[in-house]
């Protein structure tokens, strides 16, 4: 059922509840994927590499950016505030959509995203990112 198809993980809650072994079975016969957490600090350095490997960790504060780049993770960061570095999402910057880019992939090979969130994120992305 996922075979040569993009895969969106997580559209309906956090993609680390799925046993990391389905995960990379679907990756690996997936056409692409995309996926975000948000429990990296939960899980723990070690286990949150694992999980990067295939997800973005999601950031929304200097601090939070700041503490995933010293664990080495790949990074989602939802900000009104854009980090040097970062890569501005495309969906944002191109009108790409994420189908026809998938950069949300995790892996570490890639530049870290960042999106200023609108619509009803907007007031707690501003609140997160004073704190
Ligand atoms: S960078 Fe933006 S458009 Fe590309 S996969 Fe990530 S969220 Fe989607």
Redesign the pocket.
């Known amino acids: 059922m996922f075979a040569g198809r993009k895969v969106r993980f997580g559209s309906y809650g956090n993609p680390t509840l799925i046993p990391l072994r389905i995960v990379q079975r679907i990756a690996g016969i997936a056409d692409g994927w ?1 996926g975000y957490f948000h429990n990296w600090r939960e899980l723990g350095k070690a286990k949150a590499r694992k999980w990067n490997r295939f997800f973005m960790a999601s950031t929304e504060t200097v601090e939070s950016l700041q503490t995933a780049k010293k664990w080495g993770l790949r990074v989602f960061h939802a900000s009104p505030v854009k980090p040097d570095g970062l890569l501005e ?3 944002d910057s191109h009108g ?3 189908i026809d ?4 992939a995790g892996g570490k090979n890639a530049k870290d ?1 960042w ?1 200023d969130p609108h619509g009803s994120k907007k007031k707690k992305a501003v609140l997160a990112a004073t704190k």
């Open positions: 995309t999402c495309v969906a790409i959509e994420c880019c998938m950069l949300c995203i999106i």
